[in-house]
Nanobody, 122 residues
Framework: QVQLVESGGGLVQPGGSLRLSCAAS????????MGWYRQAPGKQRELVAA???????NYADSVKGRFTISRDNTKNTVYLQMNSLKAEDTAVYYC????????????????WGQGTLVSVSS
């Protein structure tokens, strides 16, 4: 019904920057919260940043001041600008969205992307 496609991951040196994108498509009436989570090897998945349809944001303490989340509601797309990257930011980053389905479907679904790997290493 709804798919999320992420892009923008890769290998970057400490102190570098990357920009992740996540585009939603399918039977979408509207999208409530969109967010980015990450999971490092041997660790639980954690919230990195989230943004509501009205633009309110929330960040993990570990990324405040370095990462910026934004979204384009006309394109059903969310972005994560990551600056001053550190080795501890290395993880698979997942996009997440809370979607209100369009007619003829009815309901609310939480959708996950397939994940994109971000590696920070010299």
């Amino acid at each position: 019904q709804v798919q999320l496609v992420e892009s923008g991951g890769g290998l970057v040196q400490p102190g570098g920057s990357l920009r992740l994108s996540c585009a939603a498509s399918g039977s979408i009436f509207s999208i409530n919260v969109m967010g980015w989570y990450r999971q490092a090897p041997g660790k639980q998945r954690e919230l990195v940043a989230a943004i509501t349809s009205g633009g309110s944001t929330n960040y993990a303490d570990s990324v405040k001041g370095r990462f910026t989340i934004s979204r384009d509601n006309t394109k059903n797309t969310v972005y994560l600008q990551m600056n001053s990257l550190k080795a501890e930011d290395t993880a698979v980053y997942y996009c997440n969205a809370g979607v209100i389905l369009a007619v003829p479907n009815v309901g609310y679904v939480e959708v996950w992307g397939q994940g994109t790997l971000v590696s920070v290493s010299s």
